[in-house]
């Protein structure tokens, strides 16, 4: 039994294992991208948490504030601050 290889089966075996490459640095990159997208979410988790607990500190030292006398834009701070971690909360119960 005699195998000729010949330029064109050459040429088709070149093209399959292009294309098998292609086929595969794609599913590398999607695998990447999907472990990528995953840390950030994480990470955008962290951070708000710690956003958080900074907001609940500042509220705590502005009623420290108030409750020594200060007014003006302690009071304004204060209520802003309130409202916006009313309204957080609740769009984060909604979208549980």
Same mark, same amino acid.
């Given at each position: 039994?005699?195998? #000729?290889i010949? @330029?064109?089966?050459? /040429?088709? !075996? $070149?093209?399959?294992? #292009? $294309?098998?490459?292609? /086929? =595969?640095?794609? @599913? !590398?990159?999607? *695998?990447?991208?999907? &472990?990528?997208? +995953?840390?950030?979410d994480?990470?955008i988790?962290?951070?708000?948490?710690?956003?958080?607990?900074?907001?609940? =500190?500042? !509220?705590?030292? &502005?009623?420290?504030? +108030?409750e020594? =006398?200060?007014?003006?834009?302690?009071? @304004?701070?204060?209520?802003?601050?309130?409202?916006?971690?009313n309204? @957080? $909360? *609740?769009?984060?119960?909604? #979208?549980?």
């Amino acid at each position: 039994m005699e195998v #000729t290889i010949s @330029a064109d089966m050459l /040429i088709e !075996l $070149a093209a399959l294992l #292009t $294309a098998l490459g292609v /086929i =595969g640095g794609v @599913a !590398l990159w999607c *695998h990447r991208f999907v &472990l990528r997208n +995953k840390k950030q979410d994480e990470a955008i988790a962290a951070i708000r948490n710690e956003q958080t607990l900074i907001c609940y =500190g500042v !509220l705590a030292c &502005l009623k420290g504030l +108030k409750e020594k =006398g200060c007014n003006g834009p302690v009071t @304004a701070a204060l209520d802003k601050l309130e409202k916006h971690l009313n309204q @957080a $909360a *609740h769009d984060v119960e909604d #979208t549980d």
